[in-house]
């Protein structure tokens, strides 16, 4: 008779088995064999899978909104996603517009993070209306370059406009690092 | 009545292992019903390939009704067991056989063509893109670099700057985030 799992893998393990983490040996072996044996957790590890494939299916169109690393946006771009990039010195103003066949347009923000861990990044529109903020974005290890990226779809539905992004450092500091003006054109 | 669902894996592979070739049909489907989605999902874990993962299932469920036919399965009872053991040898030949073909076509140069896979979308991804924006930086770069880029959580640390359990901590919640979001009344259509 099929029963319910009377010892179910906890998900954090189904998570860690799905993502590589538990290490070759008798972790390993013991999941597969429970999963193997048992319907109600494969379906539950089934969830997993699909919650990832789904996301990395989002990322493949370009789909993904926010701070990205440079090792997130190369791997997008050997698969086929289209990133169309603005590079951004602190106080500099640079035009930019979306493009037919565009996936993913990000700005390439350049600063100092030598003495940062962690940032914010604040997005206002014309007379400082807020566009978006991101607190307490990592940095990744030595880094002079911080990846904003909006999906192309997103760009195409906004008007011409001016946008003021601001970074600072997070903590007790809040030093700010650059202001950039990206001079948006609609389509 | 007792039917073939009701049935224990043990007394499926038996009826299979117990009957010649057809006489067991409503058997070998349950079996396979059963655990073709726990090798998919093996092969997917260790080929992250949905194709691949699929070519997996039949080989495997085909010579495990095989071997169940010809009585070469020593443990019915163990079926899951044997299923798993013939999953892992036949990963390990493809990975080889990757590995081989990984080294050939950096020989000779082979341009890659990148093929989104099958099961893509089985998930409301308008939806899914929704709940994913809601979730705070830090953990929206970790399920992204741990589900698109394939980190583990000891890559996804050293790249955030973090450590590996807080990057497992934060995976996690992220994780049920994100299920919760994707029921969610709230979120909407």
Redesign the interface.
């Known amino acids: ?2 029963q319910r799992c009377q010892t179910p893998i906890a ?2 393990i189904l ?7 538990l290490p070759d040996g008798s972790d390993l072996d013991r999941v ?2 429970h ?3 048992c ?1 109600d957790c ?2 539950r ?17 370009g ?7 440079r ?2 946006l190369n ?1 997008m771009q ?3 996603v289209h990133v169309r990039m603005y590079s951004l010195a602190p106080g500099e103003t640079v035009p930019c517009a979306v493009f037919p066949g565009d996936d993913l347009i990000v700005a390439a923000l350049r600063a100092d993070f030598s003495s940062v ?1 962690a940032v914010a990044l604040s997005v206002t529109g014309s007379e400082g209306s807020p566009f978006r903020q ?8 030595p880094n002079d370059e911080l990846f904003w990226a909006t999906p192309a779809a997103v760009v195409r539905e906004m008007p011409s406009m001016r946008l003021q992004l601001t970074l600072s450092s997070t903590g007790a500091a809040q030093e700010e690092l650059g202001r950039y003006v990206l001079e948006h054109s609609a389509p | 009545m007792h039917t073939v669902i009701d049935s224990s894996d043990g007394d499926l592979a038996r009826a299979v292992a117990a009957r010649g070739p057809g006489e067991s049909g409503a058997a070998e489907s349950e079996l396979y019903r059963r655990f073709a989605p726990r090798v998919r999902l093996y092969g997917l874990r260790h080929l992250r390939d949905e194709d691949a993962a699929l070519d997996l299932v039949q080989q495997v469920m085909l010579m495990t009704i095989e071997k169940l036919r010809g009585g070469l399965v020593r443990d019915v009872d163990q079926i899951a067991s044997f299923v798993l053991g013939v999953s892992r040898s036949m990963v390990k030949d493809q990975k080889r056989l990757d590995w081989r073909r990984e080294k050939l076509r950096e020989a000779f140069m082979v341009p890659d063509t990148v093929v989104a896979p099958a099961g893509d979308m089985m998930l409301d991804a308008d939806r899914l893109e929704r709940c994913l924006a809601r979730l705070a930086e830090r953990d929206r770069m970790v399920v992204l670099l741990t589900f698109y880029a394939e980190r583990t959580a000891g890559d996804v640390a050293r790249e955030l700057g973090s450590t590996e359990g807080n990057v497992r901590v934060i995976r996690h919640r992220a994780v049920d985030r994100l299920r919760a979001c994707m029921t969610s009344a709230e979120v909407g259509q």
């Open positions: 008779m099929m998900d954090a998570l860690d088995y799905w993502a590589r983490d597969e064999e999963l193997f044996a319907g494969t379906a590890l089934d969830g997993i899978a699909a919650l990832g494939t789904g996301l990395a299916a989002l990322v493949r169109q789909r993904v909104s926010g701070i990205v690393s090792a997130m791997r050997r698969d086929g861990d991101y607190d307490n974005v990592p940095i990744p290890g």
